[in-house]
């Protein structure tokens, strides 16, 4: 017996509708040879999905570094500074953080201590860090290229860093998300499991 939808979980599995819309897929084309392809979730964070969205269609992650790679743990990249302290000239986000754990492959936000601090870095999850879970604004994870991830230079930062070469969507910018940035916390509560 299927379960109503307001008890269904919140898991990495992207709802068909999500997973068959080509805006979600983010392609990051990386120096290391490695192509990247991320499935993006904004049933889960729509104005975090919506901010990678927008900095890739227009081309701002290109060349851009991966900042902080420390193995068994995560890679960092994003920002255009490539010292882990720059951001997009955009608005910092209110989090939205949500159910999604921080599972190897998981693509999430990068913040300063500020929890509503999200701008334009995000890190690579290389192996399960369930501490970060309810902390870091989770939006999406790797669905092929994990090997590509595995192989960015390590460092803080790395001596020879690999670049994002290009980052592309598989389809056109989508129009912005109109609810707030708090309905994706509701969504999720609503996804929880009753007890």
Avoid: C, W
């Avoid at 990068?110 to 999850?125: G, K, L, M, T």
């Avoid at 604004?137 to 803080?156: C, F, N, Q, W, Y």
């Amino acid at each position: 017996m299927a379960l109503p939808a307001s008890a269904e979980v919140l898991t990495h599995r992207a709802p068909a509708h999500i997973a068959e819309d080509p805006a979600n897929q983010l392609t990051l084309e990386l120096s290391n040879g490695g192509t990247v392809v991320i499935q993006l979730r904004p049933d889960a964070a729509p104005r975090h999905v919506y901010r990678i969205q927008q900095l890739a269609s227009s081309g701002f992650y290109d060349g851009v570094i991966f900042h902080r790679v420390i193995p068994g743990f995560m890679a960092q990249g994003g920002d255009p500074t490539g010292t882990g302290q720059g951001g997009s000239p955009l608005p910092d986000l209110e989090a939205e953080f949500n159910r999604l754990p921080h599972v190897r492959g998981v693509f999430a936000m990068a913040r300063a201590e500020d929890r509503n601090s999200a701008n334009s870095q995000f890190y690579i999850v290389l192996h399960p860090r369930f501490n970060l879970d309810h902390e870091y604004t989770v939006l999406g994870r790797v669905k092929s290229g994990m090997s590509a991830v595995d192989a960015i230079a390590p460092g803080e930062p790395p001596a020879n860093p690999t670049r994002i070469v290009r980052a592309s969507l598989g389809g056109p910018l989508p129009a912005a998300p109109a609810a707030p940035a708090a309905q994706a916390e509701a969504v999720a509560e609503e996804s929880a499991p009753a007890e």
